[in-house]
């Protein structure tokens, strides 16, 4: 028997024992401060004469009440920051339209959540975040103070008190130690991380591979170095779990790239939050469908984070969308490449927030909102390097478009809009933020990029992509066209919404050619024969679900908002478990399916799928789930009807298995293969070969 144990336990039960008799506990009573419209106040609070440590078991902060009127509840995120820079998220977005919260506490051991409640608030509550990761050593003498944002304008208010109070029963927390999935550790070394600039901090990736688990105690052997840091977003800024921008550099502040997790590699990376994003996919599923179907998508990996020694959940590290010959392959544009051909390209543009100093006023307006401006973005070159010939030619290049798409002979196949755009980019981004009906694909974070033109004359074209923010994606909101909750209604027509950014509104026009109409149906109803099938789709939910499974219980005891009404305002009552966001989320998408089957608009009169994913002999090959473990399930637009081979390489093309496959083995157009939990984890690829013609995919097994 450990002895020393044993009377540490006896010590600690013997001063808890002690501290309850004489019921030790002090409370504290902070000051008062008025909530005003998209501002953030700091309300202080002193402590002092407690014991220089807290903790989870023997002394530490029991409780804390506070006291505000506000016409607007919902609109408040509240925060409580201990001495040593330890912040804890008390609630956001409660309340719904609801007024006012009377003295209202907070105790990590109380029996509802907050996020349960109704105003006016009254009564005792568990918070949202975990209350009890303040209680982590730190000394609780010196200031703490009350953070409160008011996110929105019209609704103000004032704090009427605030206090704390510290006890024998102090709040207890979870403690991030392990996990599957990669964890990403920073540390700011006492640094609050602001919106702009970056400042510099610590990081370290620990990833022990597919299927390896990662602790905390292992060594950062994926990443260990300086970056720089800073929040970045705008609503999703707001809430509590926040986003961040990385930059690789070194101890002198150069910029350096590096490869994390398997990914190329690049100095600029983020940490997008997933606060607004329960189920963990609606990002990951659009980026992977407009990689699969033939374009650049940022990659991305699901991460835990743990930031200044708190986990602070699952975010997905992902790349920046910027020029590169890993992410937008356009070419370099350098100041002083004012001629043709190299003033051709390459550009990244978007439609987003805007200034007068980063964007400029396109010529003309929707067709049909004749009174909106639109405001185009420039990403490469930035504002600060663009040459004024680059900007001009730029400028007038977008303008030749829109000319010539608001012209009498627009749908000219030749001299047309087409002229200048990448059809099939403009179809298939249409398509996947049409499947997700996401309002913010059409009128911001909306990005372009254009080619340099090409040695031969010919022009290079202006491509639409990458796909980015999906987050207000993929479900029913209360906002205008987005509440429909039977799958209808068309995210392209934002601009009836009165948005906040202005659409271009070009595919408005271009419906009104007829052979448009066709090459899109035409592209959507072959894209559902394989990665738009609703089984394909399906999977690719359930395969995030798996990967996050253990962490996502992490994640929601963290931040408190499964269950609660909380980010996107959804039409339907929160989902009560992780399992029922998944499900819901696989529910929306086959009503959304049902709806475009039925409205994609166009024919299939001379549709040929001949150049889109089939050629000669070649099929088109779809895995489920991918990641996968024992068994995997292949599924091919149209099953053939003569023998054919498959086969699993590895990355050295070495065949690990060999099947001859006749007709009669398929089922419709799957065949399940079996037995695969023997392959070592790793990266594979499968290939179907027919008469001599092979297709392969590549495919990961955990």
């Not at 990669?182 to 602001?194: A, C, D, L, R, Y």
């Not at 394989?530 to 996502?552: G, I, P, T």
């Not at 088109?620 to 990641?627: D, G, K, L, Q, T």
Request: aromatic share 12%.
């Amino acid at each position: 028997m450990n002895h020393t144990k044993t009377f540490m336990k006896f010590l600690l039960a013997a001063l808890g024992l002690f501290l309850g008799s004489f019921g030790f506990s002090q409370t504290f009573n902070g000051g008062t401060g008025p909530i005003l419209d998209n501002q953030t106040i700091d309300i202080p609070l002193v402590v002092s004469g407690l014991p220089t440590v807290i903790n989870t078991t023997t002394f530490g902060l029991e409780e804390i009440c506070l006291d505000l009127n506000h016409t607007y509840v919902s609109d408040l995120t509240v925060t409580l920051i201990g001495p040593n820079g330890t912040e804890v998220g008390l609630f956001s977005s409660i309340g719904g339209g609801g007024d006012d919260m009377q003295v209202t506490c907070l105790r990590w051991d109380a029996s509802n959540s907050i996020a349960t409640g109704s105003t006016p608030f009254n009564g005792t509550y568990k918070p949202m975040g975990q209350m009890g990761s303040v209680n982590n050593g730190q000394n609780p003498n010196g200031t703490w103070f009350l953070r409160i944002n008011d996110n929105y304008g019209v609704d103000e208010g004032v704090l009427n008190t605030w206090s704390v109070t510290f006890g024998a029963n102090p709040a207890d927390y979870f403690q991030f130690a392990e996990s599957d999935l990669p964890i990403v550790v920073i540390n700011t070394n006492g640094q609050s991380i602001p919106d702009d600039p970056k400042i510099v901090a610590d990081m370290g990736i620990i990833y022990n591979g597919p299927g390896v688990r990662n602790y905390m105690t292992d060594s950062l052997n994926e990443y260990d170095g300086k970056i720089g840091i800073e929040r970045r977003g705008n609503y999703s800024a707001s809430l509590p779990q926040k986003p961040y921008s990385l930059k690789l550099q070194d101890n002198f502040g150069n910029q350096i790239d590096s490869s994390l997790i398997g990914m190329p590699e690049e100095h600029d990376w983020l940490l997008v939050a997933n606060y607004n994003d329960k189920s963990f996919a609606r990002n990951i599923v659009p980026n992977r469908l407009f990689d699969e179907i033939g374009h650049y998508a940022p990659r991305s990996k699901l991460v835990d984070v743990v930031l200044n020694g708190e986990y602070k959940g699952i975010y997905l590290l992902t790349e920046k969308i910027k020029r590169d010959g890993n992410r937008v392959d356009v070419a370099d544009l350098f100041p002083w490449e004012v001629t043709p051909p190299d003033i051709t390209g390459g550009y990244i543009l978007k439609v987003d927030y805007w200034d007068n100093t980063n964007s400029w006023q396109l010529a003309n307006s929707p067709i049909d909102h004749p009174g909106f401006d639109v405001h185009m973005v420039y990403v490469y070159p930035k504002v600060t390097n663009i040459a004024g010939a680059q900007s001009v030619f730029i400028q007038d290049y977008l303008d030749q478009f829109e000319t010539s798409l608001y012209g009498p002979n627009f749908a000219d196949p030749i001299n047309g809009f087409r002229k200048y755009i990448s059809t099939r980019s403009w179809l298939d981004y249409f398509i996947v933020n049409e499947l997700a009906r996401n309002g913010d694909g059409f009128k911001k974070s909306r990005y372009f990029n254009k080619e340099k033109d090409h040695a031969d004359g010919s022009i290079g074209k202006l491509k639409a992509g990458p796909v980015w923010d999906f987050d207000w994606a993929w479900k029913d909101m209360w906002d205008c066209i987005y509440s429909a909750t039977d799958g209808s209604e068309w995210a392209y027509k934002v601009n009836n919404c009165n948005p906040d950014v202005n659409s271009p509104g070009w595919f408005v026009r271009m419906f009104e050619d007829p052979l448009f109409e066709d090459e899109m149906r035409c592209r959507y109803e072959d894209l559902r024969r394989n990665v738009l099938s609703e089984q394909y789709l399906h999977a690719m939910v359930d395969s995030v679900a798996l990967v996050v499974d253990e962490s996502q219980e992490w994640h929601y005891l963290t931040w408190g908002n499964m269950g609660a009404a909380t980010g996107t305002p959804e039409v339907q009552a929160p989902a009560q478990t992780y399992a029922e966001e998944v499900q819901r989320l696989k529910d929306w998408i086959t009503r959304r399916l049902i709806w475009l089957d039925d409205n994609v608009p166009g024919t299939l009169n001379g549709c040929s799928f001949t150049g889109v994913n089939e050629i000669a002999n070649t099929i088109s090959i779809e895995s489920f789930p991918n990641p996968f473990h024992a068994d995997l399930t292949l599924s091919v637009a149209k099953a053939p009807n003569e023998d054919c081979t498959i086969q699993i390489l590895d990355q050295s093309s070495r065949s690990l298995m060999l099947q001859n496959i006749k007709p009669s083995d398929w089922t419709e157009n799957s065949i399940k293969l079996i037995g695969l939990e023997t392959l070592s984890v790793g990266v594979y690829f499968i290939e179907i070969k027919l008469n001599g013609v092979s297709t392969t995919k590549k495919i990961t097994k955990f």
